[in-house]
């Protein structure tokens, strides 16, 4: 039975297939290579430190970690979500660990991965560190590490008052006679001279004429 079909229009046709086929290798070749480069190159990395909130592992077919910590700038300010991914299961324990607590994320952000499967977002998580210093915001006055006592509430008592000096003895003089010198006094355990005792003696008569 005789055919239309030529053997330029099998050549053709043939012709037609590789390259289709050819096109699609290549396609995919680049899509990997695109995978590869996106997957190894970060667009930034840092850190973010907040308040885990919400922390659980979905998705419908490729299962990750997905979480969000609220970022509180200052008191009364609406806080802001941070909304991450975790691929270790390792570093999704630590974070379970610390749900409702303060901590400080490692996190690189990927961009240009297709599908879900690689995460919900881009911000990948790497490490975990808890946060327990107070931070400082304003008109927040963190307490002293070592504070001082409380002074007690019982008075003490007053100290007593110290000795007065003692004074020499008054001399009594006679009006229109010198005064004598006030005697000194003796030393304690010795007698007192004898010449002193008179000579005070006599300070006290008065003078009789001859």
């Not at 396609?27 to 190894?40: D, G, H, Q, S, Y």
């Not at 308040?51 to 609406?78: D, H, N, R, Y």
């Not at 379970?96 to 240009?112: E, I, S």
Request: hydrophobic content about 40%; glycine content about 8%; proline content about 13%.
């Amino acid at each position: 039975m005789p055919t239309n079909i030529t053997p330029s229009h099998t050549l053709r046709r043939h012709s037609f297939g590789r390259f289709f086929i050819g096109a699609i290798v290549a396609l995919l070749a680049l899509a990997a290579l695109w995978m590869v480069i996106a997957w190894n190159w970060n667009y930034s990395e840092g850190e973010r430190a907040g308040w885990v909130q919400k922390f659980s592992k979905k998705g419908w077919v490729c299962k990750t970690w997905e979480g969000e910590i609220a970022l509180v700038s200052m008191p009364g300010a609406i806080p802001e979500k941070f909304e991450f991914t975790v691929l270790d299961d390792a570093v999704a324990e630590k974070i379970n660990r610390y749900m409702g607590q303060r901590v400080a994320l490692t996190y690189a952000q990927k961009v240009g991965l297709p599908t879900s499967c690689f995460g919900e977002t881009r911000y990948y998580v790497s490490a975990v560190v808890p946060v327990t210093e107070l931070q400082n915001y304003p008109g927040v006055i963190p307490a002293p590490a070592n504070p001082a006592p409380a002074p007690s509430a019982v008075p003490s008592a007053p100290s007593a008052p110290a000795p007065m000096p003692a004074q020499p003895p008054a001399v009594t003089t006679t009006p229109g006679l010198p005064s004598a010198p006030a005697p000194m006094p003796a030393p304690t355990g010795a007698p007192a001279a004898s010449g002193a005792t008179s000579g005070s003696v006599d300070a006290t008569q008065p003078a009789t004429k001859p």
